[in-house]
């Protein structure tokens, strides 16, 4: 049974950070790409980033570069984003999923998904 697990969300203020972590479990790691995605209220799932296998190549959304750090431990069966100077805007459900060995943008491509971590971000 593929399962995948989201943590450290929570309520913080504009300009501060949080670290969600996602722990997989059920399937060989290392053998498939991994993303963020997040919906807010009322609003379609959005790309957030995406990390290749080995975590050798990453992808932004741009509404997160340079703000975000998608990153992962394959030791660890664990992935993390990483962000920085959050916004009211960023405000979410955040979701990590899993993918068969290519990383992509698109959540439909996505085989395995998280229950998702509350990201509230207040003004």
Known sequence: ???????????????????LSC?????????????????APGKEREFVAAISRTGANTNYADSV?????????N??????????????EDTAV????ARFYVMTRVASEYDYW???SQVTVSS
Do not use: H
């Open 1 to 19: 049974q593929v399962v995948l697990v989201e943590s450290g969300g929570g309520l913080v203020q504009a300009g501060g950070s949080l670290r």
């Open 65 to 73: 570069k340079g703000r975000f750090t998608i990153s992962r431990d």
């Open 94 to 97: 955040y979701y990590c999923a």
């Open 114 to 116: 998280g229950q998702g």
């Open 75 to 88: 030791a660890k069966n664990t992935m993390y984003l990483q962000m920085n100077s959050l916004k009211p």
């Open 23 to 39: 722990a997989v479990s059920g399937l060989t790691f290392s053998s498939y790409a991994t993303a963020w995605f997040r919906q």
